[in-house]
């Protein structure tokens, strides 16, 4: 059996977004792989008007990823492993035509859904500050007097009963 290498996502949905999944999935295609940072600039440059959805999708996303506490991410550490846009209901409407026909009217909605990692440069820096030894402290000295400090101490007290 070969070794599956399992690794955490997070993940952010957004669904019955009104926009086709064709619309949808042009955006998504220009984000998949790349890294957090890279996507926003992307997201912000896009001329489409459904790239203002899939950004709010990835601000959840990195809200996510930060937000959990067995996971110790930085939104720009994170890349975009998979991003999809799947088809959601169509409303159906109809609109008259001449001579008494109906034209139909399909107003499609989809569900964008985004999955986000640690790039693998973030989990060998992550390993390598684990691995690494954590400084410690040196223990403290207790402050006992040596013989000699007593020594010393007692001398000139003698000294000074013997002048006398």
Known sequence: MAA??????????????????RKARLVTDLIRGRSVPEARTILAFSKRAVAEDVEKVLRSAVANAESRPDLHWNGDDLVIVAAYANEGPTLKRHR??????VGRILKRSCHITLELAPSPAALAAAASAAAAPKRQRAPKQTEEPTTTE???????????????
């Open 4 to 21: 599956v290498e399992t690794r955490q996502t997070v993940r952010a949905q957004a669904k019955w977004v009104r926009s086709s999944a």
């Open 96 to 101: 008259a035509r001449a001579r008494g026909r």
């Open 150 to 164: 007593t020594e010393a101490a007692e001398a000139p007290a003698e000294e000074t009963e013997s002048e006398s």
